[in-house]
C-alpha cells in the first residue's frame, strides 16, 4: 500500500471524473473512478476504498440505492452529490446513510473540505457507528453536559441538574443515537415522541435553540448540535471539551 487515502469517484459523467480525480491527485489522493453501480462494485472488491463521492443521477441503479448499499456495509465514508435547487435529493441521500453533501455546479476546494471531514468521522469511527440501543447508552457526553439517558436527567460540568422538558429529552435521544447523520425536522419530529401533542417542524428550531443554550460552550455559535442548511440538524459528538 502506498499510503495515501483511497477516494472513489461515481459519476456518469467523464468531465467531472476528469476533473474531479486529477484536482485530488494533486492533493495526494488516490482516486479510482466508476461510471455505474456494476463498476463501483468492482473497484470497491479490489481496494480498500475510504471515501465515495457519490452522484445520485446514475444510469441503471441510481445514486440513493447505492448510497444505501454502501452504508449497510459500513466503513466507508459517503459524499453524495446533487443538482442545485434539489432540496429533496439531499434530505433522502442524507437519510439514507451519506455523510455528507456537495451541490453541482461545486467548488473543489469547498469538496476537499468536506471529503477530509468526512474522512476523519471514518478514522474515528463516527460514519459507522449504528444506531445505539437506549437501554446501552446510560451516559452519552453532549457538549459540555452529560445526558443520563436512565433517569431522564442532564447535568452541566459541576454534575448540578439542568431543567429541561420531556420533549428536549428526546431530541437529545434522537441525536445521540444518531451520531454524525443529518435529521430532518421531520425525521426529528418521528423519532422524538411528541406525546400527542400538536407539534409542527418549526417548533423543533425554537426546541434547539433552547438545548444550545444548555450544552454548547457558545450557543450563538454552536459546535454539538450543527445546523445544515435547507437540510436539518446533526450532533457531532467530542465537539466540546
Known amino acids: 500500500m502506498d499510503g495515501k487515502t483511497r477516494l472513489l469517484i461515481v459519476d456518469d459523467d467523464p468531465d467531472v471524473q476528469g476533473t ?4 485530488f491527485e494533486m492533493q495526494g489522493f488516490a482516486v479510482s473512478v466508476a461510471g455505474d453501480g456494476a463498476a463501483m462494485r468492482q473497484v470497491l472488491a479490489a481496494e480498500s476504498i475510504e471515501v465515495v463521492l457519490m452522484d445520485l443521477h446514475l444510469p441503471g441503479e441510481d445514486g440513493l440505492a447505492l448510497t444505501r448499499e454502501l452504508r449497510a456495509k459500513g466503513g466507508i465514508g459517503i459524499v453524495v452529490v446533487t443538482g442545485l435547487g434539489e432540496t429533496v435529493d439531499r434530505i433522502v441521500g442524507l437519510e439514507m446513510g451519506a455523510d455528507d ?20 468521522r471514518v478514522r474515528t469511527g463516527g460514519v459507522t457507528r449504528a444506531a445505539t440501543p437506549t ?8 457538549g459540555r453536559c452529560t445526558l443520563d439517558v436512565a433517569s431522564r436527567k442532564l447535568y452541566d460540568p459541576n454534575g448540578e441538574e439542568i431543567a ?13 443515537k ?4 443529518v435529521l430532518s425536522r421531520d425525521r426529528l419530529l418521528e423519532l422524538a415522541h411528541t406525546h400527542g401533542e400538536e407539534v409542527f417542524d418549526r417548533s423543533v428550531d425554537v426546541r434547539i435553540a433552547r438545548i444550545r443554550k444548555k450544552i454548547e460552550v457558545n450557543a450563538e455559535r454552536p459546535e454539538v448540535l450543527k445546523t445544515v442548511r435547507g437540510v436539518g ?9
Open 20 to 23: 474531479v480525480r486529477e484536482y
Open 101 to 120: 453533501y456537495v451541490t453541482k455546479p461545486f467548488d473543489l476546494r469547498e469538496l476537499l473540505a468536506r471529503v477530509k471531514s468526512v474522512l476523519r
Open 135 to 142: 437501554a446501552a447508552m446510560e451516559k452519552i457526553r453532549m
Open 164 to 176: 429541561m422538558t420531556s420533549m428536549e429529552f428526546d431530541l437529545l435521544v434522537a441525536f445521540a
Open 178 to 181: 444518531n451520531p454524525n447523520r
Open 233 to 241: 440538524y446533526m450532533f457531532v459528538p467530542d465537539s466540546a471539551a
